[in-house]
């Protein structure tokens, strides 16, 4: 299958979540996420605002906070790249026109990922070799190119497969977390 197949796929499956389904995966993700070592020793992470078709990370971004880990969370730029802001849950959040949740706030400069312990990035599906199939953009992409911080993917349990399509410029993820725990990339 083509990665426009795969995509079109799974993203018609998670329209069909109810949101119960994704409240649970949500809770479920934020637990296993906050029982991990590395983000036990982490004082810098990077995660997203997940849209509403996503696995949620509003738990897991408040549990982040009540460790006193700094959150950083990107915003989209016209020239399709990222910056990103520090997260201030008492702050307004307002969808971008592609319908993406961002926050005001003043941009860190292009080294705010150097810092990061870890990052949590968003995918449509993951495979057993860590290669992360995206929305198609290229956003994550350009933005991870040289980041040495571990990756790890957020996506529901169905969507970590055995082989994703991939290309060359694709940055791959360390683990992944799903609903039912976390995945180690070999």
Do not use: N
């Amino acid at each position: 299958m083509t990665k426009a197949q795969v995509r079109r796929d799974l993203l018609g499956r998670r329209r069909t979540m109810g949101d119960q389904q994704r409240g649970r995966a949500a809770e479920a993700i934020a637990m296993h996420a906050l029982s991990t070592p590395v983000v036990a020793r982490a004082k810098r992470v990077a995660c997203y605002l997940s849209m509403p078709s996503e696995p949620g990370t509003a738990p897991l971004i408040s549990g982040l906070l009540g460790l006193g880990i700094e959150v950083i969370v990107p915003l989209s730029r016209p020239d399709r790249t990222l910056e990103w802001v520090a997260y201030d849950p008492a702050e307004p959040v307002a969808p971008t026109a592609l319908g993406i949740p961002e926050p005001a706030g003043p941009p860190l400069g292009p080294d705010a990922l150097d810092r990061c312990d870890l990052l949590f990035v968003p995918a449509v599906a993951v495979d057993h070799a860590g290669h992360r199939l995206g929305r198609g953009a290229g956003y994550y992409d350009r933005a991870l190119a040289d980041v040495r911080g571990p990756l790890c993917a957020v996506v529901f349990t169905h969507e970590l497969l055995p082989e994703v399509p991939h290309e060359p410029h694709d940055v791959p993820v360390q683990m992944v977390i799903t609903p039912d725990g976390l995945f180690r990339v070999p």
